[in-house]
């Protein structure tokens, strides 16, 4: 009898699936699908001659703490030579979506070129409104960039 306890735990056990990131409640992914809607819209701008990346960055960047940033003219004028560093653009897939808690999304896309991708990463963060925290903020770009570091994109 004593052998078969241990049996019969280790057969539950093998019928219990095995533990995976959380999962994303309905709400987040709203929230996520509305922070991408934006970067849709960027790329668009972006890859668009008539508009491109001043205009494309101003927009993504319109109320929140990046706006003004000394780093921000820099970042406008390095994107404006991406045509030039690695051909014309092709078009973007999302490379990965991260949920930090509630309050942080960070999204990685692969910006397809002619000749060489590049990976650009953006960080939303959101804080309450209210003293305490209560009430949900609107969501902020904190952070921008990209780089050609295809590390880490198979993970």
Known sequence: MSTKLPLLFLFLVALVPPVTAQERTAQQQAEVEKLQ???EDFFKGLSNPLIGPEQAFGTLVAKGPLKGKDELP?????AGKLEESYGRYTGHDVASIKTVGNELVILRYLYKSERFPVIWHFYYYRTGNG???????DWNLIEIRFDTNLDGLDK
């Open 37 to 39: 809607a934006g970067i």
């Open 74 to 78: 820099k970042l406008v004028a390095k």
């Open 131 to 137: 003293p305490t925290g209560s009430t949900k903020g």
